[in-house]
């Protein structure tokens, strides 16, 4: 950190010099403006990034012989996380048809990748979508909403037996994943480029907070998954009606716990937070008493309402994660 003096310019303004390798490297001539943002905690920020239009960011990854599909996924949700707005594939040779394969499934698992263009050598990949289009707290409800709905699903699948309510299930755990992989590459945006922050009225500390909501719920919808694998399994055995009722009970009340954990987040009701973590305690006793009863039935059949007690009590302790987060986060407003 440099140490610059204030200085009094015409009587009445204050002035600081900028350093010359910092004006060298962003290229900024005589009359160039400058963006300015004031922190609540006294911080002044400069950046030049209000003088010109904010270049492209591209990745370019080269493919040999030797393609691991997977390996190529992964570099692909690398990049888009990471924040590029361009992707570009190049092949020595005639690009192979399994990269086309797995371009497609890149752009269908993700939010706003499209093709652009393509030859016989390259793929090119652009982000159309704008990170103010999605705003952060849109996206944490709609990944509530979907993991909501699928843990009531379960519970109808549980009571009916219908097979095609859990595989319904398993194809929408794929719109989480890609949910929670927006908000991680808008928070990477967000932290690249200052200004775009102020403009969207989010504070940088906020981004974290964001992202570790979607972490957890995209877990959540992980547990989820589980427990409609695990009915599936149970599907043509019977199940007593008593362990039954515990199940949607216990199943009740940790959907509960998350609903109002989301709930008191976004209200910003950091009693309300408290009060759920209280309640998961009396979650974990019902939990155990499903163990306690599972264990009347045959090896496979007690393993799989183990399993579902478990996802159960995970969620809960997750929708407590959500709480003590807002904790965090409202505390971290607070005024002393």
Known sequence: MEIRRVQITGGASYAITLPKDWIKLNKINKNDQLGLFSKPDGTLLITPKMISKKPSKTKEFTIDKDINQKYLLR????????????????????????????????????????????????????????????????????????????????????????????????????????????????????????????????????????????????????HVVSIAKNILKLADSKLDKKIKENIQFSSDLALDIFNKSIGSFFQKDIKTSNRNIEIVQKLEVLCREINSMAIRYDGSIAISIGHIAESIRRIGEYAEDISETTINYLVGLEKN
């Not at 698992?109 to 289009?133: F, H, N, Y």
């Not at 699903?153 to 299930?169: P, Q, R």
């Not at 480029?193 to 989010?202: A, G, N, V």
């Open 75 to 222: 570099q692909l949700l690398g990049a888009y996380i990471t924040g590029y707005n361009s992707i570009k594939i190049n092949s020595k040779k005639r690009m192979p048809s399994e990269v086309g394969s797995t371009v497609r499934n890149f752009t269908q698992i993700t939010i706003g990748q499209e093709v652009v263009e393509e030859t016989d050598e390259t793929i090119t990949i652009k982000d159309l979508l704008r990170p103010a289009e999605m705003p952060f707290n849109s996206t944490i409800k709609r990944m509530h909403l979907i993991v909501k709905s699928m843990h009531e699903d379960a519970m109808k699948a549980l009571e009916t037996g219908n097979k095609k309510i859990v595989e319904e299930i398993l194809l929408r755990d794929s719109d989480i994943d890609r949910l929670h992989w927006l908000v991680a590459r808008q928070c990477n945006i967000l932290l690249q480029d200052i200004s775009l922050s102020e403009k969207m009225s989010i504070p940088l500390s906020m981004t974290y907070t964001y992202f570790q909501l979607s972490r957890i719920i995209e877990r959540m919808g992980d």
